[in-house]
């Protein structure tokens, strides 16, 4: 017997039972489950609240709201009255208090019995929800805060008026206008979902009417993010209505936005006709019987009765006619058990509602000739009146073939028309929410279940072929393009690029529309291969990739695809010293010429201009970083423009972990120019925030750039505690960085984060060194045998081998140095990256130790060379003085006549 049926069998055996004897009863048939006696006691509970015959419980929140009835200050606002207790606290009517101006507002308390860490991470959830949304039927976030003793409150506009149902009731509303109010009621819902925001808890007391007759949807207090595994256990059934809740949302299954059709169409039953969709019993278990049986709908009006009629302007006879047919076929789509078989989106719905109103067919119902012709007619029922007879007559004749027919597409459109919401639409907007990686894998590997099973039943048609292979190159940009957000498996990306172009293959010879998207899933594959792997061969392919995008551009402007792509592809270039020094363009012109692709992308003002935007602060802050050493005041200059292009974002924008990445990057850049500039007390302060950002984006678990950004940043501090010797600091910042990068390199992108790690390997070892840890042999030991072992492996480059050089110079092995040894390094390092300065400094380095003066002055010079001097009135940057400096040690060693012959 799985969990669900035991639960149910011990529910109705213990309800037969008194109270003083469910507890004992529980114990002894589920000895060995807490949990499950601990959810049966609360579905007792429940099942108490709601059958007005049992025998009243003590109500918790009625406890907890007399806890606040002392309290009646909350931050500006003073509280006048009670208005409701909810599953998670107590509204109250309030008002503004702090002189500024009058206002009443609705104050929702979190009850003080809930005040652990899940339930008011729910209340934050919750008012962020609110926040994010902007829509006249949906209630407005004003303020929030806590309060002087602790207790978590959100402020929202107050609702003077009543719930949907009684509000129609009292007015006498016929079925007609009853759907106009339902419609603002789906209006409301579609925008939550467009914020990807599933409400979970709707029902008539979730949406008031106020006194102007216009609708409001209250209490996201149960909200989730779609895509979301957030538990909805029967342990929190107070936190759910079973009258209203989906069947998935009943077996704890994961929920996504047909959990508030469904619901929807419940309060359709009940607002048109007076009735419950499945049962007239009050009875909560057989509400809980919808969670594994798909029971029979009970068709709208079938059981209305006398007074149901009478509330709503009609007699009996006449609201049944009224609800029969169209209204009946839409309200048992809505309710049905298997998602499929249900409408699978809220605009769906809507439009269907729409149609009955406009006496067009409706897609409840099978879309017959016979169907459309009977609505054409009343539509036109006076114009065609004469020829009514001759339409008819015309259809009869191969209505059989054609009903099959209509009902095969219509079911191919509606999944097709889903993949395409999830795997376009709902992907652009997830996209800029923190934390929903993963979830957006699973919308396209969803999305392409449906799309590859549609394909199975036709010829594959240019068009779905095209749907398809976007979705394998939305799936391989998750799952492995280090450009963005990534799941971190190249290897797995590479094969959805590939399968992407093997579902083209057939049609690529086709139309434009074709031969671009095979193009832009070479150009999406050539860019994750080089970001993923640069050292292994695609310097080549992706320079061709460049060329050809440019041609793309350059015959068609008005391509803002191809556009994007070629932007992404010049910032591609700061991701690799090998990309920078390989690609035909200098690195200035590089950035330059991104700059002006990306710009006069937003100046199309298209589809995709939010993408440019995002794209174009990629850049800033990657041309930032590259200049914050060398150039701390053109750096400078890349960081003002990123904070510009970001003011100026609309706010669900500037709220995206993209753009938070961005802001977190430009104030690390900004730091890092500080320090450059010799203020380092200055720079380490201005590191908080930064790493407040990288820690909130790196409790993604599957964002491995989200950790890999944190260990940067990290390490980023680390070289300021540095320079202020705050050692312990500088242990602590690569304590932390080194687990992530090592968890980085064993995973299936390792391979990309080898050199981090073997950097902060090297760098933690000097932490130790420099405090005298014990710990110190094993860390250098450590960092010494794993930089040896990658010296030697050529496609690594040249930092294994310059790393190590430093290493044997100032640290050596068993505390003795090794300059012979590090020359061999620091030489080869130098020749396979001439334009990296620390393989010149250990070469000169080394050359000094062993008295080579000359050699060492040679070396430190090109160093030198390698850095931008001082121009007229500017202060030389802080790595330009300390390498003079090494200049002047070599310079005054070797007139102290110590040079070896």
Known sequence: ????????????????????????????????????????????????????????????????????????????????????????????????????????????????????????????????????????????????????????????????????????????????????????????????????????????????????????LLDFGTATLIGSRESTAVTTLPLLTPRYASPEQLRNDPLNIATDVYSLGLILHELLGGHRAFTLSNDLAQEFSRATQDLPVLALGSVSTVEAAAVRGASLSELRASLGGDLSAIASKAVAYHLRDRYQSVEELKDDLSAFLESRPVHARPLTITYRARKFLYRRRYMVAAVTAVLLASAVGFVATVQQRRLAEQRFEEVRRLARYQLFELYDRAELIPGTLRMRAGMVQQSLDYLDRLSSQRDLDEGLAIEIAQGYRRLGDTQGNFAKATLGNPALAAKMYEKGLAVLKPVSGGSEQARRAQRELEASAAIASLTTNPAAGSLPKFEQTIQQLEKEVQSNPSDDESRLLLGRALIAVFSSPEARDSTRDATAEVAQKGETILLEGIDHQGARQTSFQLALLDLYRLRAIALADKAPKESRAWVDRGFRLLRGLPPEVQNSSIARKARASYLMTLSAVTNAEGDSKQALAMMDEPLSIGRELARDPDDLQACANLAVLLENRAMMRWNVEDYAGY???????????????????????????????????????????????????????????????????????????????????????????????????????????????????????????????????????????????????????????????ILAQQAGGSQKK
């Open 1 to 216: 017997m799985d969990r669900f049926a035991r639960l149910e069998t011990l529910f109705h055996k213990a309800r037969a039972l008194s109270r003083a004897e469910q507890g004992p009863f529980l114990q002894r048939e589920a000895p060995d489950d807490p949990e499950l006696q601990e959810e049966v006691l609360q579905l007792l509970g429940a099942h108490s609240a709601a059958d007005p015959r049992m025998e009243p419980q003590p109500d918790a929140v009625a406890r907890a709201v007399s806890e606040l009835a002392g309290l009646t200050q909350f931050g500006a606002y003073r509280v006048i009255r009670l208005l409701g207790r909810g599953g998670m606290g107590a509204v109250y009517l309030a008002e503004r208090a702090d002189g500024e101006y009058t206002q009443n507002v609705a104050l929702k308390v979190l009850a003080p019995h809930l005040a652990d860490d899940a339930f008011a991470t729910r209340f934050r959830t919750e008012r962020q929800l609110l926040a994010q949304m902007n829509h006249p039927n949906i209630v407005r976030l004003l303020d929030g805060g806590v309060s002087g003793t602790g207790e978590p409150y959100l402020v929202t506009e107050y609702i003077d008026g009543e719930p949907l149902d009684s509000y129609c009731d009292r007015l006498k509303l016929n079925v007609r206008d009853r759907l106009r109010l339902l419609l603002e009621v789906c209006d409301a819902v579609a925008h939550a979902h467009h914020n990807l925001v599933i409400h979970r808890d709707l029902k008539p007391a979730n949406i008031l009417v106020d006194k102007t007759g216009a609708v409001k």
């Open 731 to 889: 242990l602590a910042d690569y304590s932390e960085s080194t687990p992530l990068n090592e968890r980085l390199v064993k995973s299936s992108a390792g391979e990309r984060f080898r050199l981090s790690y073997l950097s902060s390997l090297r760098n933690l070892a000097y932490a130790h060194d420099k405090l005298k840890t014990p710990q110190t042999a094993a860390a250098v030991r450590k960092a010494y045998d794993e930089l040896k072992k990658a010296a030697s492996d050529e496609s690594l480059g040249f930092r294994p081998k310059a790393d190590l050089a430093d290493l044997l110079l100032n640290l050596g092995i068993d505390g003795t140095q090794r300059p012979e040894e590090a020359l061999t390094y620091a030489e080869a390092a130098a020749k396979l990256e001439p334009g990296a300065m620390n393989s010149w400094e250990s070469l000169a380095e080394a050359n000094r130790q062993l008295g080579r003066y000359d050699a060492a002055l040679a070396a430190i010079d090109r160093a030198i060379a390698l850095l931008d001097a001082p121009k007229d009135g500017e202060a030389p940057t802080l790595t330009y003085k300390q390498t003079l400096a090494k200049r002047q040690q």
